[in-house]
């Protein structure tokens, strides 16, 4: 071979090994390189590099220079840390680094501790972030991809300030004509997945508006929006449309820390439509809500703090079943028929659990149930506040009739564990035959009826909440019956009660009219007023009803209607006793048709129910 093929072959063999060499990391212990691009990402971001560990450098394809035990801090070596430990991967501009200067590519950050600030006062990743939004603004160089890989991240919540850590975060942002990040996260022990795409950086930095595609999810639900905003020393704007999902409401606030009004009636929740967003705030000028198997549509607004979240909203429904809601309700106070019946008087009726946030909250709708019970134009309300909840009925039409009321439920001022609660309701018209097949019970009483109730009580559990119930209760209806039973026979045979189901398939009572008044004070009713009028035949009732124990104990008096054709000749009393599930009836004793009517009225049944004392006038 000749020299001059000798000396080619070995020059292609050097060029050859070169590439080769240059394309292999190789590690080294280099000082200099670190000071060199630390120079650089001083210059271009305001940001100190440090290196514990050895330095690995591939020239080719790309020049790469990948630093271990690396520190990164704000400004200069001594400034507030950003990142320690792990290993950072810079893909350096060629034509930059021809030039002596440093131009970061891409960067990958691997295993490290990122430090965010840690209250109000700290202003740490705030130059970096004011260096690079100025860069953009100036239309100047930027790294094309960011990538963070298996990163720990601790921070301020800035709701409350506590210190939350964020594990194996993982984040890519591409950066090209336009930016996107996505990445996950576990916080709180559950994994989220996260999507932000479409923005456009340059507007953003400029104060002017840029689109955006978010996308959010977490093992309990998801939360997807798309729209355009802007940033400004106010803070973030945005408008656009989204959809929040909630599978379960209470692992999703258990995951996030935080909690919204009356949170334990719901599980499910989906809020979907158009929104406005500045700051905290957000308004929703056209929204549908899903819960329940409910849709309702309307307006609403949500502002997320500092201090109390609220929410506001007005919805209207087509149909709506409430039976959920009543469900939930049971469930907290114990009334839902757990494994042990007297359960429900040890169930707490803190109100903490339900006014973790504000809420006004608006709903009507044109038919709704509850249960078996349907209602008609109904028109509600319940407002939560740190102190209590308060309850509206507007109004509902209930079987020919309307009924009105109002909750009031109240932490004590002195024990936040004490509720008290008042309640007070109009029932007017109600059909009684047909709410009571509504409710799957034998209709025994048919007329419309009317009443109110005015209650009120305290307690720091059920049981001692139905011990100290005071007020009263009122229900009047006229021209009526009483389906099953017939008095008059019934006086007819002495107080015995004709056997077979023909008897009770024909047995028919008209009543004029018929009321009863109870006046409670510690749990328990007194009957102040019991009276019926029918054909023939008048009937009184006396006695007691206690909440706290669950039991009837009273006593009807029934007797010939005085100067009437045809009465029956004598008298009968029977006695009702028993637990609300299971009141028997029995006969108490049997009076001559002599006895009039008044025999069997309680003393002052027929005074005012404001009336304290009474005492009847001596016989002369």
Known sequence: MSPRRTLSALGLGL????????????????????????????????????????????????????FSDVRLTESTSSGPVLATGGRLALQLDTAALL?????????????????????????????????????????????????????TVTGRDPRDG???????????VAWRANLALSGGLTWNGARAQFVLSELQPRALAAGQTSPFAAHLSWPAGSFTADGSGSL???????????????RSLSRTLAWTGGDVALAPLAEDLTVEGAFEAASREVQFPRVKVTTGGNVLEGAGSADFGPGR?????????????????????????GFDGGTDPQAWRAQSIALAPLTSGDLDLRISAANARIGPLPITDLACGVMVRESGIEASLGRASVRGGTVKGRVVLVSDAGDRATTRVKAQGQVEGVDLGALMSDLGTDPWVQGATRGSLVLEGTGRDAGSLAGSVAGRVALRSEDGAITGLDLSDVLQRSGAVAQGALARRNGRT???????????????????????????????????????????????????????EGAPRHAASFALTGPWESVSVGPAMLARATETADRFRRPGADLPLGIRAYAPASAP
Not at 521 to 526: H, I
């Open 232 to 246: 400004s020393d106010d803070g973030l704007k945005a408008t656009g449309n989204g959809a929040l999902r909630i």
């Open 510 to 564: 008209p009543y004029e009219h018929a009321a009863l008044s109870l006046l409670f004070s510690d749990g328990v009713g007194e009957v102040v007023e019991g009276s019926f009028a029918g054909r023939g035949l008048t009937a009184s009732l006396s006695g007691r009803l206690d909440l706290a124990r669950r039991r009837v104990e009273a006593r009807a008096d029934v007797a010939p209607r005085a100067g009437t």
């Open 99 to 151: 030039t002596g200067r440093v131009a970061v590519e891409s960067l990958i950050l691997d295993g490290a501790a990122i430090h965010l600030p840690e209250d109000a006062d700290d202003t740490r990743w705030s130059k970096a972030a004011e260096r690079l939004a100025g860069g953009l603004a100036e239309n100047g160089a930027h790294p094309r991809r960011l990538v963070l890989t298996r990163a």
């Open 162 to 172: 506590t210190r939350q850590t964020a594990r194996d975060v993982e984040l890519t």
């Open 15 to 66: 060029v050859a090994a070169g590439l080769i060499a240059a394309c292999l990391p190789w590690t080294v212990e280099a000082p200099g390189v670190a000071r060199f691009v630390g120079r650089g990402l001083q210059e271009s971001w305001g940001v100190s590099l440090s290196a514990g560990g050895p330095t690995e450098i591939v020239l080719l394809p790309l020049p790469r220079i990948t």
């Open 309 to 333: 979240n609220a929410v506001q909203a007005t919805l209207a429904a087509d149909t709506l079943n409430l039976s959920p809601l009543l469900a939930g309700l049971m469930r907290l106070t």
